[in-house]
């Protein structure tokens, strides 16, 4: 059965019978023309959207339908993450192909609300239209920050130290090994297990930027889903600073480095360039080390790495053992091609 067969109401229907009991502060949920939200007490709300694009940001011959549901909400509470702020609520927009399997858009569903459930967030409504384009997904996600509590791109200053979560690289190799699946020469013996888990099912850093905010360890933070390379250069631009980045601190997972080098491309390249991994860069000013090490311990687990600082001057560099070199471009949409960051 596809999802043309059952027409927008029955679609509905479907997609409601699959979320859970709203919150108590959810007064009007999924089935009117619009949600009533409560404010969560003494917050500024927070508001991210962003679309996934058939054949521009995810191919479904590379992702099970339940991947493309997590994902397309996990970008959106990385947004928030970056802000500082605790994720609460999300609206789903779907632009369907009347082609479109209905058990692959319950999968879809499903995806994405279990990835709203482990953190606490309430999906109260959206919107369904067909097209006879690509499968489209978006999401619109609203989250509560205390005032004095947001981290902005704008707030960096000469000096902050530049730090990363997690690793970097992961998600671009295990793309590189899906596409190299897909046409038939991927080799077997040298699969990025961790790197293909981080490109399907990413992580957003929620707890990690929500104690960022809450405790004002960070001045300036940016979500890397477009790769580390566009942090520096959107976080430079809104503080009006440069960086000095040690290539040597980027952190990358042992099985990224081998994955890379063994394709004799540089691993340090990858990790700046590719995109996917929804981390977070951060900037901190050094007397708040010990703070941000006090988080650290909250995270469970995830690893904090100082890669760089802020400079006064606007240059972008990477230090590494043969020299200065420029932070490379980083993606851009318009100007890149298909199967590109979020």
Wanted: aromatic share 2%; no cysteine.
């Amino acid at each position: 059965m596809t999802v043309g067969d059952l027409g927008e109401a029955a679609l509905i229907a479907l997609i409601r019978s699959q979320v859970p009991s709203a919150p108590r502060w959810v007064t009007t949920g999924i089935g009117d023309d619009a949600a009533v939200v409560a404010p969560m007490r003494g917050t500024l709300d927070v508001i991210t959207t962003d679309t996934q694009v058939e054949g521009v940001h995810f191919e479904r011959a590379l992702l099970s339908p339940s991947d493309i549901g997590h994902r397309t909400l996990a970008v959106n509470l990385s947004d928030l993450a970056a802000m500082g702020a605790t994720p609460r609520v999300a609206v789903l927009s779907l632009v369907l192909p009347p082609s479109l399997a209905t058990a692959d858009l319950e999968a879809m569903i499903e995806g994405l609300l279990s990835l709203a459930t482990a953190h606490d967030v309430a999906l109260v409504g959206g919107n369904i239209t067909r097209t006879s384009g690509p499968l489209v997904l978006g999401v619109t996600a609203i989250g509560a920050v205390r005032r004095r509590r947001i981290l902005t791109r704008d707030g960096g200053r000469p000096g902050d130290e530049l730090w990363v979560t997690g690793t970097l690289g992961s998600a671009a190799a295990g793309l590189t090994w899906l596409q190299q699946q897909q046409a038939g020469h991927a080799p077997a013996d040298q699969e990025p297990r961790q790197g293909i888990q981080s490109y399907r099912r990413p992580t957003p850093r929620v707890r990690i930027g929500a104690l960022l905010g809450r405790n004002r360890v960070a001045r300036a933070g940016i979500d890397l889903s477009d790769g580390l390379a566009d942090g520096l250069h959107q976080l430079g631009q809104a503080s009006g600073l440069g960086a000095l980045i040690h290539g040597s601190a980027v952190p990358m997972a042992p099985e990224t480095v081998a994955w890379f080098a063994h394709r004799q491309q540089h691993p340090l390249e990858a990790a700046m360039t590719g995109g996917d991994d929804y981390e977070l860069l951060i900037a901190v000013p050094r007397s708040h080390r010990r703070r941000l090490a006090a988080i650290q311990r909250l995270s469970h687990g995830v690893p904090l790495t100082r890669i760089g600082e802020l400079t006064k001057t606007l240059d972008l560099v990477v230090r590494t053992e043969t020299g200065d070199l420029p932070v490379p471009a980083g993606y851009q949409h318009f100007q890149d091609t298909v199967s590109s960051p979020a």
